[in-house]
């Protein structure tokens, strides 16, 4: 069926680290394509989107392409900052429907 | 983007009871959603409310453990009914920001419900 794939948390990285936390779906049709966080304490926040093949979100410094070819949307972040700590949800929206799918989540943790 | 104002925000309750938790919205919005957050768990949809009709359910959830109001079209409520701890979990409604595909979701805070 139509799902969200991500990465398995927890994961830990030291300041300044390079990161990527993998998502791949699945879609009958075209799907939109988003990644949320969740800082501690906090509610739900849009990260960034993306509506169509090749579009690249973008915002705080975490980018994220969609890939069409295989079927992903990696977040990725160049140098990432003890605040960046939170769980992060990729999710998909069907061109059909109005409803949002999440992945599972993965917590990231950055170490001074 | 719409501000959405959910109550109560946390909630210690009894098992067998209910609790109805309230979701405003500052502007109009066609579709609102309820979703669900196990402890340490990703987001589930239990139902899309829309005004003026009877709310859809996801599979595993039904009307008669989580029925829902739609009087308007900046409000909703969600009902837990009968409760036990197997409900305890974080609530959040959201709205669909633009009637536009894609444009992304706003959640409300949550309310953290508790049974016990």
């Known amino acids: 069926g139509n799902s969200v794939t991500q990465m398995e948390g927890p994961v830990t990285l030291s300041e300044e680290a390079f990161l990527t936390i993998n998502c791949t779906y699945t879609?009958?049709?075209?799907?939109?394509l988003f990644w949320y966080v969740q800082y501690p304490g906090e509610g739900l926040q849009l990260l960034l989107k993306?509506?169509?093949?090749?579009d690249k979100g973008s915002n705080k410094g975490f980018e994220a392409t969609y890939r069409k070819e295989t079927t992903s949307f990696h977040l990725e972040k160049g140098s990432v900052q003890v605040s960046d700590s939170a769980v992060y949800f990729c999710?998909?929206?069907?061109?059909?429907?109005?409803?949002?799918?999440f992945g599972s989540g993965t917590r990231l943790s950055i170490r001074p | 983007s719409a501000v959405i104002s959910q109550k109560p925000s946390r909630d210690i309750c009894q098992r067998g009871t209910s609790l109805t938790i309230q979701c405003q919205v500052d502007?109009?919005?066609?579709?609102m959603f309820w979703y669900r957050q196990q402890p340490g768990q990703s987001l589930t949809l239990i139902a899309t409310?829309?005004?003026?009709?009877?709310?859809?359910?996801e599979s595993g959830f039904v009307i008669d453990k989580f029925p829902i109001s739609r009087p308007n079209l900046t409000f909703s409520t969600l009902t837990v009914s009968n409760m036990s701890p197997e409900d305890s979990s974080i609530y959040l409604c959201?709205?669909?920001?633009?009637?536009?595909?894609?444009?992304?979701?706003?959640f409300g805070s949550g309310t953290r419900l508790t049974v016990v």
């Open positions: 502007s109009q919005v066609t579709m």
């Open positions: 959201s709205v669909e920001e633009s009637p536009r595909q894609g444009e992304g979701y706003t």
């Open positions: 993306a509506t169509k093949a090749d």
């Open positions: 409310a829309n005004q003026g009709s009877e709310a859809t359910y």
């Open positions: 999710a998909r929206r069907e061109s059909s429907a109005s409803k949002i799918i």
């Open positions: 879609a009958t049709g075209y799907p939109s």
